[in-house]
């Protein structure tokens, strides 16, 4: 139950961090909505484009592995980071 409920607020923790940070970024200057709209517009755009297989980015397409010794209550929480942070994009 401990490492569920650390997996969890790892999870949570990314998700609440890049809410928080989305937020204030548009608070801090509205005027630039509107461009960061396109671009994430043109972003979504290339990662469409990515998926069906138009185009290939070999720097999404990189992996790195770590190997750990046993699991310990901690390692719950990091797979709960490396998990939101895995399936934000």
């Known amino acids: 139950m401990l490492a569920a409920c650390l997996f969890v607020l790892g999870f949570s923790t990314?998700?609440?961090a890049l809410g928080a940070s989305a937020s204030a970024g548009r608070i801090a200057d509205p005027a630039y909505s509107g461009p960061?709209?396109?671009i994430a517009g043109?972003?979504?755009i290339i990662m469409?484009?990515?998926f069906f297989g138009l185009t290939r980015i070999a720097l999404l397409?990189?992996?790195k592995r770590m190997e750990v010794p046993k699991p310990v209550?901690?390692?719950a929480y990091v797979?709960?980071?490396a998990f939101a942070f895995g399936w934000t994009p």
Do not use: H, K, N, S
């Open 61 to 63: 397409y990189r992996e």
């Open 79 to 81: 797979m709960g980071l």
């Open 73 to 75: 209550a901690c390692g």
């Open 36 to 38: 960061l709209a396109t």
């Open 14 to 16: 990314v998700f609440v």
């Open 42 to 44: 043109v972003i979504i």
């Open 48 to 50: 469409g484009c990515i």
